[in-house]
């Protein structure tokens, strides 16, 4: 199946840092989904993005849909501690998504 | 609240049982979606309905048995599992399966306890 690389693996940052993480893929996508994953909850999707090239926001977070297609980034500005949790890429090809492995951030007051 | 309940949210079994986990969506969504979450790991997709017709099915041992009655609920039959099979099982649903409908939204999770 597809690989999906992300990361860092985990971040710890002072509360009001901004943060950057990024997903990396061989293969090209025509969709990439950014998901935050709380403890003990199920995944819920904070952006998705449709074009290459495309840039959205949502609040504090933006991300990128990278120009070769094979990649995306996820920035968020001034963390706040709810901003702790998992955050997981999703790349489409065909009908399918497929997930990355998370990057777990950790912000301290 | 995302839509999509998942019940029990935790479950723990012995090899020898049978049991069910359920999932209900109330998007108005026509494709649901059973997912495997282990540590460390990539979501492993499962199962996949589309109009309550099967049409993913990743090679997932016969101990798990899938079933979607209509498009709102789903269904997933656990039988003589391994403790190998301990994890969280997510429950998603989206808008179609196709292209640009396939957007999919999760349930919180049953996490199982294989012992």
């Known amino acids: 199946g597809q690989q999906l690389n992300q990361s860092p693996q985990s971040m710890f940052i002072q509360e009001g840092e901004d943060v950057s993480m990024n997903c990396t893929s061989s293969s090209i996508f025509n969709t990439w989904l950014w998901y935050k994953q709380d403890p003990g909850e199920g995944p819920v999707l904070l952006i998705a993005?449709?074009?290459?090239?495309e840039l959205t926001s949502n609040g504090r977070l933006t991300a990128q849909f990278g120009i070769t297609r094979k990649d995306s980034f996820l920035n968020i500005s001034a963390s706040i501690p709810s901003d702790v949790g998992i955050y997981f890429c999703a790349g489409q090809s065909g009908n399918q998504f497929y997930f990355g492995t998370g990057t777990s951030l950790t912000v301290i007051p | 609240e995302t839509g999509v309940t998942q019940t029990p949210r935790h479950l723990v079994m012995g090899m020898t049982n049978k049991k069910s986990l359920k999932c209900e969506q109330h998007?108005?969504?026509?494709?649901m979606y059973w997912y495997k979450q282990s540590a460390k790991k990539p979501l492993e997709l499962m199962f996949v309905?589309?109009?309550?017709?099967?049409?993913e099915n990743n090679s997932v041992p016969s101990r798990f048995s899938p079933e979607c009655p209509n498009s709102s609920h789903l269904f997933l039959h656990l039988h003589t599992l391994q403790p190998e099979d301990s994890a969280l099982y997510l429950c998603?649903?989206?808008?179609?399966?196709?292209?640009?409908?396939?957007?999919?939204?999760f349930g919180a999770g049953t996490r199982l306890s294989v012992l």
């Open positions: 998603a649903s989206s808008q179609g399966f196709t292209l640009a409908k396939n957007i999919q939204y």
């Open positions: 993005l449709y074009k290459a090239g």
């Open positions: 998007l108005g969504h026509n494709a």
């Open positions: 309905y589309s109009l309550e017709e099967r049409v």
